[in-house]
């Protein structure tokens, strides 16, 4: 089992639609969360982070904690064209080494 | 606030030669810097972590001779390639942790291409 999982896609959402993009993870003892955006040939940019269950809105954007069910999820409200690349969802372990454990990334396509 | 630079952004070199890539936080301090290298279309692959004024941690299977690290301030990283080869050829990225946060967030620069010939 990796220890943290995204359905690599690509996830497909019409212009204006919501995009749901959800990462589980397996170290139980992770404390903080983070959500990056890479575009192609680019480097990872951070949208959100989050450590505290529940919702976390900045923008367009909502990230949602679940720590009983080891899930985290990310809203894209109002999708557009832009949005359209691979989203990563990362976690700092139990171990607290400071390293992002990484997903192996969504990719998100928003269809004018 | 938060930018973190590289430099070179892309760098084209011959087979046996060495190449050095600098990251740098031009806003914030950070103690802890790392350093990810991407395939493409795959995952990032983190290959150290470089701590101000000690040696680097470097993870399994990387060797620690051939991909020097110093991070010798706390502002600065750099990376050196030695004897690179044409496998060495990649997106290499570095990020950087803030000092003094409560969370580990860490924000990337920008990235370097190295190509080997």
């Known amino acids: 089992q990796k220890e943290v999982e995204q359905n690599s896609g690509p996830l497909s959402v019409p212009e204006g639609a919501i995009a749901s993009l959800n990462c589980t993870y397996s170290?139980?003892?992770?404390?903080?969360f983070f959500w990056y955006r890479q575009y192609s040939g680019k480097s990872p940019e951070l949208i959100m982070f989050?450590?505290?269950?529940g919702d976390k809105e900045d923008g367009r954007f909502t990230a949602q904690l679940n720590k009983a069910s080891q899930y985290v999820s990310l809203l894209i409200r109002d999708s557009q064209p832009s949005d359209s690349a691979t989203y990563l969802c990362?976690?700092?372990?139990?171990?607290?080494?400071?390293?992002?454990?990484f997903g192996q990334g969504t990719t998100l396509q928003v269809k004018p | 606030g938060a930018v973190v630079s590289q430099h070179p952004s892309r760098v084209i070199c011959k087979s046996g030669t060495s190449v050095k890539i600098e990251c740098r936080s031009l806003?914030?301090?950070?103690?802890?810097m790392f350093w990810y290298r991407q395939f493409p279309k795959q995952s990032l692959m983190l290959m150290a972590t470089?701590?101000?004024?000690?040696?680097?941690?470097?993870e399994q299977g990387v060797e620690k001779d051939k991909f020097l690290i110093n991070h010798a301030s706390l502002t600065l990283s750099t990376l050196t390639v030695t004897s690179a080869h044409p496998e060495d050829s990649s997106f290499y990225i570095c990020?950087?942790?803030?000092?003094?946060?409560?969370?580990?967030?860490?924000?990337f620069g920008p990235g370097t291409r190295l190509t080997v010939l």
């Open positions: 989050i450590y505290s269950n």
């Open positions: 990020s950087a942790r803030p000092s003094g946060l409560i969370t580990d967030t860490q924000y």
């Open positions: 170290d139980r003892g992770s404390q903080s």
């Open positions: 990362a976690c700092v372990g139990s171990s607290n080494t400071g390293k992002l454990i």
């Open positions: 806003d914030f301090q950070a103690t802890t």
């Open positions: 470089s701590n101000e004024g000690s040696k680097a941690t470097y």
